[in-house]
């Protein structure tokens, strides 16, 4: 199933983290210039996701199979215990959402920073309505929180797996490079594990994090949706 959603306003307080503010305030006119950025964001991106829902299968050594996709590593195996399906989910801003980053890096270096970080608060927000649309679309379920690849001992190079298990070029626009990068950049794929029973909390956080070591974010001192 595909879906369009909206943005209707962007986290001020995610986007200001991953503008390196922490819990500080940026002066009123640096405000202004993100209020500004934002309707233009907002007013241009066409955000949409993908999902689909998968029997969860796992081998004698432990490995986790979703469909045709082969989940490999212990975190993911970890994550996925006590589920029995899981969802698959892309979801992107739109290369719309792409140009206009261009172009503010064009014009301004500060417009670019703040183009960038609004849209990475965006895809976030984005990620979570559609995950409240998919449990509402379950039912009465018990559901994991995303697990991207790249996070854990995942590889990233499986997001071309999720791609093409999804459709999600045709379905809606995302496509992969061949070192793993989302184009549209401003995209997420994931799994979420789904169960009739109740399930324990798993770990999350950069300490458990196969990115620790060169995410962009923690150098910033912020953190990704799974810290």
């Not at 307080?13 to 305030?25: I, P």
């Not at 890096?105 to 409240?132: F, W």
């Amino acid at each position: 199933m595909n879906t369009d959603l909206y943005l209707e306003t962007i986290d001020r307080a995610e986007a200001l983290r991953y503008m390196g503010f922490g819990d500080s305030e940026p002066e009123k006119s640096f405000m202004e210039r993100i209020d500004s950025v934002e309707r233009e964001l907002i007013k241009t991106a066409r955000p949409r996701f993908v999902w689909k829902v998968l029997s969860l299968s796992r081998d004698e050594s432990g490995n986790c199979f979703a469909g045709g996709v082969t989940l490999t590593g212990k975190s993911i195996a970890e994550h996925l215990e006590g589920c029995t399906k899981a969802v698959l989910i892309a979801a992107t801003l739109s290369s719309q959402c792409d140009m206009l980053i261009a172009k503010a890096q064009a014009r301004s270096m500060t417009d670019a920073l703040i183009a960038d970080a609004l849209a990475s608060a965006g895809i976030e927000q984005i990620c979570n309505k559609a995950e409240r649309l998919i449990g509402q679309e379950l039912g009465n379920k018990y559901m994991t929180w995303r697990f991207s690849p790249g996070y854990g001992d995942l590889p990233i190079n499986l997001q071309e797996n999720f791609i093409t298990e999804l459709d999600a070029h045709r379905r809606i626009g995302l496509t992969v490079t061949d070192s793993s990068i989302l184009i549209p950049t401003k995209s997420v794929t994931a799994i979420i594990g789904i169960s009739d029973t109740p399930l324990p909390k798993k770990r999350q956080g950069c300490e458990f994090c196969d990115m620790r070591d060169r995410c962009q974010l923690r150098r910033k001192g912020v953190h990704c949706g799974n810290a």
